[in-house]
């Protein structure tokens, strides 16, 4: 499985947001984005050009892959299978993306930030539905139960990150003494705290 190795401080100043990739550094003063407000390899005096219609449209592509730590080759695999689906291809892509096992172990607070609840899923530390799953792409749907393995109750890593879980999406529900989550429903576009406009990247892959 190809990993991204880079600093991952710098995709942020890339996209000039925060896209919360190293949890708790990223709500503190040590957070890049806070420091240089200004992409890597680009001094402050130095100014920006104008985006073109394609810059802004590939900006936005870059900005979704990169929160949830897709790389290049799955996101437009993601993007077809959205297409081939009834409804907005763009409310699809972020769907799809949404209920990723490692997404929604990041969205339980069972990990601090989405690339820690991929080393956690791949180090079998979930089971889903009673079944042992280990892929962090693997889909859930509605209806679907996750829940902490017994040998891997007592890390501190999640029960860490639990503590200072944001709040509860509606459309998940958790168990915080037994830990377990459950989707209780599909997403909507409403219920995913995402800030990026999903019809740029359906208009760049259109072209």
Known sequence: MAVYHESR??????????????????????????RRAYPPGMRMTKRRRASSEYNVQLREKQKMRRIYG??????????KKAAQKQGVTGENLLRLLE???????YRLGFAPSRSAARLLALHNHFIVNNKKVNV?????????????????????????????????PEWLSVDKVKLTGTVVRTPARADIPVDVQEHLVVELYSK
Do not use: W
Not at 11 to 27: A, I, M, S, T, W
Not at 70 to 79: D, G, I, P, S
Not at 152 to 157: A, G
């Open 9 to 34: 401080c710098r995709l942020c100043r890339r996209e000039g947001v925060k896209l919360f990739l190293k949890g708790d550094r990223c709500k503190s003063e040590k957070c890049a984005v806070e």
């Open 99 to 105: 209920l990723r096992l490692d997404n929604i172990v």
């Open 70 to 79: 897709v790389l290049e080759r799955q996101f437009h695999t993601y993007f």
């Open 136 to 168: 962090p792409s693997y889909q859930l749907k509605e209806g679907d139960v996750i829940q902490v393995r017994e040998s891997s109750k007592n890390m501190e890593t999640i029960h860490g990150a639990l503590k200072s879980a944001k709040e509860m």
